[in-house]
């Protein structure tokens, strides 16, 4: 029987819950898993993957409507994107991304108060037995390791308009 080894996650199991954004106290406190900060947005290693390589690329501003974004927030968002997709590119080498907002619970949104936008590396196979059976996913690096691969390569291929 093969294990799964995932220590990250029982930390927050059962770890208290903080009040308020998660986002806007990371931004802050989790320094670790911000791996490039920019004029208005930030991003982010989701600390609890769907797949090793998981972003988020958030803004600074606290608020939950897209609507509500500035022009600067936006063009910032969007070419955070495309930096994102060349960082896990060169460094991960993936066969696609699943890139994407959810915006409100009913749509998937976990933390509907603060909008982000999350860049997820795909491959052929990733998605295996083991997650359509057992409901379990392997994620088969950690967090932190993932965050100071890709760290270096913002400096790389982030240009800022």
């Known amino acids: 029987m093969e294990k799964i080894f995932a220590p990250w996650r029982m930390e927050y199991i059962k770890g208290e819950k903080p009040d308020g954004c998660v986002f806007c ?3 802050i406190r989790c320094e670790d898993y911000v ?3 920019g004029k208005t947005c930030f991003v982010m290693m989701n600390r609890y993957p769907y797949i090793s390589g998981h972003l988020m690329i958030i ?3 606290h608020l939950s409507k897209i609507e509500d974004l500035t ?3 936006k063009m910032e968002i969007f070419n955070l994107t495309e930096t994102c ?3 896990i590119k060169e460094a991960m080498r993936p066969d696609g991304f699943n890139i994407g907002m959810n915006i409100g619970k009913a749509a998937g949104a976990g933390i509907e ?3 982000h936008v999350h ?3 795909r491959w052929q196979g990733d998605t295996n037995f083991i997650s359509v059976i057992g409901d379990v996913r392997v994620i088969p690096e950690d967090v932190a390791t993932t965050a100071a691969n890709l760290k270096p390569l913002f400096t790389k291929y982030h240009r800022e308009d």
Do not use: G, L, Q, T
């Open 85 to 87: 997709v060349r960082v």
């Open 119 to 121: 860049v997820i590396p």
């Open 59 to 61: 803004p600074c501003r």
């Open 35 to 37: 791996i490039y900060e």
């Open 25 to 27: 106290k990371c931004s």
């Open 113 to 115: 108060e603060h909008i």
């Open 71 to 73: 022009a600067d927030e």
